[in-house]
């Protein structure tokens, strides 16, 4: 029982990482050391190939990266778009989200991964978020938490708070079935959740500041204490 619970990473495909002639799956630093911080242990799931990972982890982190294909919800990609280097980086990635719903697995969905759910919910994006008085890249900025929502029982908090942003693609027609919790003032939509799924998904990047900020590292706890308690859970009902 005193053993870590098992959190799925998955990686992104990238055509070049120092060090290696060819791809490589990857996944950022602060991210897993984040995990581990919360008492979990992270196990990175590569994109390139298909993986019963999924089923036997006890949580998942769904990290961010570069633009979904505008062509999943209906648009043609316009010049701002920053394509992945792996094409079925997206399907992957859905791969997860989908196990996440299915199974019921405790995850946290960051950035691209917040805006890849909305997307297989059939909501949209705007592929290039207007400037409106709020810097979304590279920059810090609050957002408001609604109380009473997974996101804020998550925090331990309601109302503002400032989170670390970095996206230029942001949630436009909101997906079937879930629920903004979160904004910032110039009205871009920073968290969702459904009700029905343990699953906290923000727009921001919690892992940048998650070793000195609560409000970042909470999310992680967050998901590595839901994590715990579903592999309790499992391990009892296998007895």
């Known amino acids: 029982m005193s053993e870590k619970p098992l959190i799925g990473v998955p990686a992104m ?26 008492g979990g242990e992270p196990v990175i799931i590569p994109p390139v190939v298909t993986s019963g990972l999924l089923s036997h982890v006890d949580g998942i982190v769904l990290p961010g990266g570069s633009d979904i294909d505008p062509r999943r ?20 990635d859905s791969r997860a989200i989908a196990a996440a719903v299915e199974q019921g697995i ?42 009473g929502s997974r996101l804020s029982d998550a925090l331990g908090l309601a109302g503002a708070v400032d989170v ?24 871009c939509i920073e968290a969702v959740e459904d ?4 699953i906290v998904a923000v727009q921001w990047h919690p892992e940048d ?8 590292s909470a999310l992680f706890a967050w998901v590595v204490a839901q994590a715990r308690d579903r592999r309790h859970r499992r391990i009892g009902a296998a007895v």
Do not use: K, M
Request: charged share 20%; glycine share 8%.
């Open 73 to 92: 919800y209906g648009q043609e990609p316009d010049e701002t778009y920053a394509a992945t280097d792996f094409a079925d980086q997206d399907d992957a």
């Open 195 to 198: 009700p029905s799924h343990a």
């Open 164 to 187: 670390s942003s970095y996206h230029h693609q942001a949630i436009d027609r909101l997906g079937e079935g879930l629920q903004v919790t979160a904004r910032s003032s110039d009205g």
């Open 106 to 147: 405790p995850t946290l969905l960051i950035c691209r991964g917040l805006q890849l759910w909305n997307v297989e919910r059939g909501g949209s994006l705007y592929q290039h978020w207007p400037d409106a008085g709020v810097d979304h890249v590279g920059a810090v900025h609050a957002v408001e938490v609604t109380e």
């Open 209 to 216: 500041r998650a070793e000195t900020e609560p409000v970042d």
């Open 13 to 38: 495909s990238s055509s070049q990482v120092n060090g290696l002639r060819h791809s490589g799956s990857v996944v950022a630093d602060a991210v897993l050391r984040a995990i581990a911080r919360a």
